[in-house]
Every structure is written in structure tokens, then in C-alpha cells.
């Protein structure tokens, strides 16, 4: 069975950088997996942050960005704002019919 | 703006059947593919189905496969999801979320606010 692994929970002070990763039980991630970013707020429906490794939608605000980093999908927050405290979480394709999404990342803003 | 908006859910007993519906707007619904995705009360996303923007090509996750069948009628703008023999891990809020072009099912870009089905005695 194939699982993709996200950091539990990660803290950040507000103004500064983190960057959270998915990795796949498989091997390394690239950009055929075509990773995607949501996030997801308390009460809330995911909302799409970033797809196909790097690219944003037009409402992706400028401090989000994804990558590939060391094997794995990664989505980086420069500038964290109090707002961006959510739930993230990454999803893989695996080719076929198989998506996968990680088990999310609490990101903490304090 | 794109709308999605499910409905349908409720509560129903181990082995029943409930189908639930996804109403779209905002866009040219036969021209995009669309998933259904749940999740579980207190715990992360699971992808559970997709179908093609004609209908003719249907995907599932492995934990569903046989007991739901996704569908979609393109002139009511509106996707289905039948439950067969529900069991209590199928308990989940259930989204749907159109893919973001037809070339690319695997990304996602808007989601429905999602329906709550509940399976329990």
C-alpha cells in the first residue's frame, strides 16, 4: 500500500519561513507525481494552493511556493501571516488510477 | 463564479444505500472531469472517484471499488455518487472537486463545501 508522508505539525512565528514536505513510500518524489498542495481551515472545505509541483492559481497569495526538495514535494511560506495557520496537505499521482493524499501537516502560527 | 454544491447526505443504517448529488455552476460542467473526496471526522483526505467529462472513463479508489459507482448527467449540470453497502469507516464528509483542466485529472483546483454521511445503527 502506498503512503505519503507529511510532517505531523510544524510552528512558525509570524513574518517567518517554513517549509513543509511529502514524501512517498516509493521512492523519490518528482515531478511526475505532479504534486498538489490544499489547505484547509477548522469547519472549512480544502482549498487548492498549488498543483503540478510549482504553479499557482490566481488566488494563491505570492508567499506560498512549491518545489521538489531532497527526494520529496515541498511547499514553502515566506513572510507566514497569522491567517496561514491551517491543516495542509499534499497529494501524489501515481499513475493509472491511483491518488493519493498525505496525512496533512498542523501548521501553528505563534 | 464556480459552485459546487453537494447534497444527499444523512444518516443510514451498516449495508444501506444513500446517493449523493453534486450540483455544479459557473463553468461548462460536460467539458471538465470531477472526483469525489472524503474525509473522516478528525482525520485527513482520501480520494474516492473520479469521472471523465463524458462519463466514459471511471476511476476508484480500492476502499470503495464495487460498492460505489460515480456517475454524472451532463445536461442537469450535476454529479452522483451511489453508496452500496455503506459500512462505519465509510463515515466521512464527502466533497467534490473539478479537475483543473482535461488534460490534468490529477490536479484539483475548486471544491464543494462537502456532505456529512453518517453510517451507524
Redesign the interface.
Known sequence: QTVVTQEPSLTVSPGGTVTLTCASSTGAVTSDY?P?W?Q?KPGQ????LI??TSNK?SWTPARFSGSLLGGKAALTLSGVQPEDEAEY?C?L?YGG?Q??????TKLTVL | QVQLVESGGGVVQPGGSLRLSCAASGFTFSAYGIHWVRQAPGKGLEWVAFIRYDGNNKYYADSVKGRFTISRDNSKNTLYLQMNSLRAEDTAVYYCAKERARSSWFDFDYWGQGALVTVSS
Do not use: E, H, K
Not at chain 1, 99 to 104: A, D, P, R, S, T
Open positions: 505532479y498538489n490544499f484547509q472545505a480544502p482549498r487548492a498543483y503540478s492559481y496537505y497529494l499521482y488510477a491518488l493519493v493524499f498525505g496525512g496533512g
